[in-house]
T-cell receptor, first 112, second 113 residues
């Protein structure tokens, strides 16, 4: 049983560019959350998707947007990249009604 | 404001030592608390989850306790090994947060052979 998968593993972009990160949840899971982890910090909640809609959002600007597809996979889009967007982006999945979230390996984004 | 604090930020111990990592949270209205392990540059591995109605959970050499009234949790690691070296993160699922996890900054543990 494949766990949560994310792609790509690493990405380098320049300021002002746009980026799309992808996440496939663990089999049987229907809820996907995205987190940003800056170096030396704990992960910060970006948003959560369920039934293809954004259910909850953290304190992130509108430059951060997402999408969930009918197969429950999800994308995180970041527009107008800033140097401060450099971080490890983590995806977590959850089956509705259960409590344990499973995290993917993350995508390391570097903005130059 | 719902926050999570972890002390110490870093800890270095000799192999075989028993150790305790601390986590404190600001609001006792929680659904559960989870301890994760993170190896350098990697994702998070769930170690233990304690429901708000529970006082502790055990898995192998790990024991996590929860005291909601004082807003504290501890992760006890028995007979530490070099392979335990990693960053340990505490995360709280506050009520009304819809599975949103609030994380501490972690404790970086180094176990020396």
């Amino acid at each position: 049983d494949a766990g949560v998968t994310q792609s790509p593993t690493h990405l380098i972009k320049t300021r002002g560019q746009q980026v799309t990160l992808r996440c496939s949840p663990k089999s049987g899971h229907d809820t996907v959350s995205w987190y940003q982890q800056a170096l030396g910090q704990g992960p910060q909640f970006i948003f959560q998707y369920y039934e293809e809609e954004e259910r909850q959002r953290g304190n992130f600007p509108d430059r951060f947007s997402g999408h969930q597809f009918p197969n429950y996979s999800s994308e995180l889009n970041v527009n107008a990249l800033l140097l401060g967007d450099s971080a490890l982006y983590l995806c977590a999945s959850l089956k509705t009604g259960k409590v344990t979230q499973y995290f993917g390996p993350g995508t390391r984004l570097l903005v130059l | 404001k719902q926050e999570v604090t972890q002390i110490p930020a870093a800890l270095s111990v000799p192999e075989g030592e028993n150790l305790v990592l601390n986590c404190s949270f600001t609001d006792s209205a929680i659904y559960n608390l989870q301890w994760f392990r993170q190896d350098p540059g990697k994702g998070l591995t769930s170690l233990l989850l304690i429901q708000s109605s529970q006082r502790e959970q055990t898995s192998g050499r790990l024991n996590a306790s929860l005291d909601k009234s004082s807003g504290r949790s501890t992760l006890y690691i028995a007979a530490s090994q070099p392979g335990d070296s990693a960053t340990y993160l505490c995360a709280v699922n506050y009520q009304g947060g819809s599975e949103k996890l609030v994380f501490g900054k972690g404790t970086k543990l180094t176990v020396n052979p």
